[in-house]
């Protein structure tokens, strides 16, 4: 698994807006000693992307997990970009998403499509206890760090899709709870799991919120890379 930001925040999701690019971008590979993809906003109108490959911007611009990104060569999930990208104005997070998807098709030459393949999920219900999640007036989202998640004002869908990203495998959630919440839940990272106690995120989900994985099979939507190059000079 590749290392994740030690804060990323993942938004709630939402509708798409209509085509459209960005006023100015400027593309270029990444510096060979950062890590960990970054893609978000640092201000109005403004776009970045840090040490992001083409599959992690594919999976930012298509709002699906990393793991559902399939295709192209080797190269698109290894070699890392860094974004300036700047808007007409401001832009919500959905308009972002659409203008990355312009921006990849114009310098990267990238075109895909979508299949839908048969896959195990997890199913993210009420577990026997109840829920013990404190109501939030509004939404804002889930931050992430290495064995820790932090709901400020995060609904169920988006806690679903912060697991599915831990997880490398769908969540879907079928808790049949509305509205938002805040919440902490921590475990123990895999590669601190044999020097101290170990805490799996299952357990955790169960002890600390309420709630529960189970496994289980369906069709998934997939996102597959058909072409795509190395990115145009700036």
């Not at 979508?114 to 509004?138: D, I, T, W």
Request: hydrophobic share 45%.
């Amino acid at each position: 698994m590749r290392a994740a930001a030690h804060l990323a925040w993942i938004l709630p999701l939402a509708l798409w807006a209509s085509p459209q690019a960005f006023d100015a971008a400027s593309v270029k590979p990444s510096a060979p000693d950062h890590f960990g993809a970054q893609i978000y906003s640092p201000g109005p109108g403004r776009f970045r992307t840090l040490t992001a490959t083409v599959k992690d911007m594919v999976a930012f611009a298509y709002s699906v997990p990393v793991f559902r990104v399939s295709g192209g060569p080797g190269w698109t999930a290894t070699e890392a970009y860094d974004i300036e990208a700047k808007a007409a104005g401001p832009a919500s997070n959905a308009e972002f998403k659409t203008m990355l998807q312009a921006l990849l098709a114009d310098r990267f030459q990238l075109a895909l499509h979508r299949e839908s393949k048969e896959s195990s999920v997890y199913n993210l219900v009420v577990a026997k206890s109840g829920p013990k999640l404190a109501k939030a007036e509004k939404g804002l989202g889930v931050g992430m760090g290495k064995g820790r998640l932090n709901g400020r004002g995060a609904d169920m869908a988006t806690l679903a899709s912060v697991l599915s990203r831990n997880l490398e495998r769908t969540v879907i959630d079928r808790t049949g709870i509305g509205g938002y919440y805040d919440f902490k839940l921590t475990w123990t990272p895999d590669e601190a799991a044999a020097t101290e106690p170990a805490i799996s995120i299952f357990a955790a989900l169960q002890d600390q919120l309420g709630l529960k994985l189970e496994s289980a099979r369906r069709p998934v939507e997939m996102i597959v890379i058909d072409r795509v190059e190395r990115p145009t000079e700036n």
